[in-house]
């Protein structure tokens, strides 16, 4: 499985951005999807996850409330909607597709990640 994140980019504190994570090589179908993202200098987190079903999801408390996850199993993609962004979220963020673990070795296909900044 190959995994594209995109949607990433500048937006200021407040503001919204949509996260995409396609799958390519096989369908996504009935495989659950994790978020993680990496600041510069800290290790990476676990921020959200959802199940092969779409039923089921898991959020991290710094991102709940705030993000949300969900998937389209026409388009083989899931997504992340976040608002109300602050500079703390600012990040490198990636998908990975194989689990739904707040775990990141437990994740078997990772994107190549896509840069989220969010100015004061």
């Known amino acids: 499985v190959q995994l594209q994140a995109s949607g990433g980019g500048l937006v200021q504190a407040g503001g919204s951005l949509r996260l995409s994570c396609a799958a390519s090589g096989r369908t996504f179908s009935g495989v659950g999807v994790g978020w993680f993202r990496q600041a510069p200098g800290k290790e990476r987190e676990f921020v959200v996850a959802?199940?092969?079903?779409?039923?089921?999801?898991r959020y991290a408390d710094s991102v709940k409330g705030r993000f949300t996850i969900s998937r389209d199993s026409a388009k083989n993609t899931v997504y992340l909607q976040m608002i109300s962004l602050t500079p703390d979220d600012t990040a490198v963020y990636y998908c990975?597709?194989?689990?739904?673990?707040?775990?990141?070795?437990?994740?078997?296909?990772w994107g190549q990640g896509t840069q989220v900044t969010v100015s004061s």
């Open positions: 990975a597709a194989g689990d739904t673990s707040y775990i990141s070795r437990k994740y078997d296909y």
């Open positions: 959802i199940s092969g079903s779409g039923i089921s999801t």
